[in-house]
């Protein structure tokens, strides 16, 4: 078996952004998702964010997009093709992902089986749902916000604390205020 391992997309004319839309488009609805340009038009301008690749040896298995935050990592879509799925990667990715730094990323309320068993999966990983109100903002509406919730593998920290990581990541990610 291969390493894997992450590379970063620097480039919006990266060959490997054909792969990224594919998995992209079919793994997120839209109302989850970035329009397309406005992701590429990002890439390699926005210093706290990364588009990286998931590898094992040569070959592309999934995508991972972070956005560096104030002492977090913010997982804004994570995926792997669905070919590579029941591999355990996903498991792997977050393991590497998890190491030496405090994450945080949003997850569908607990009302359907496929959310049930994502928020099932982040908690045998280390990850516990945050007791802290949040909504995201919908990218294609200002006036539209979800209902979700957050998951964190550091579920001490203060409400404060984590009222201060949602603002930044509704400005920075999300571009409100």
């Not at 792997?80 to 799925?85: A, E, H, K």
């Not at 992902?97 to 359907?112: G, W």
């Amino acid at each position: 078996m291969n390493q894997m391992y992450f590379q970063s997309v620097d480039s919006a004319q990266d060959p490997n952004l054909d792969y990224v839309f594919k998995l992209y488009t079919s793994a997120f609805p839209i109302s989850e998702r970035r329009d397309w340009p406005q992701l590429l038009s990002m890439i390699g301008n926005r210093r706290e964010m990364d588009l990286n690749l998931i590898l094992e040896g040569d070959r592309i298995i999934g995508f991972v997009i972070l956005w560096h935050l104030r002492g977090w990592d913010y997982i804004e879509h994570f995926a792997i093709d669905p070919d590579q799925r029941g591999k355990s990667y996903g498991e792997k990715v977050m393991q590497m992902l998890l190491k030496d730094t405090r994450l945080i990323l949003e997850v569908e309320p607990p009302e359907t089986t496929d959310a049930v068993r994502r928020i099932r999966f982040y908690e045998k990983l280390g990850l516990y749902c945050l007791e802290v109100p949040y909504q995201q903002p919908c990218y294609r509406d200002p006036e539209r916000e979800y209902k979700l919730i957050l998951m964190s593998n550091y579920p001490q920290e203060s409400v404060d604390l984590y009222l201060s990581v949602i603002k930044e990541i509704k400005e920075k990610v999300y571009g409100r205020q």
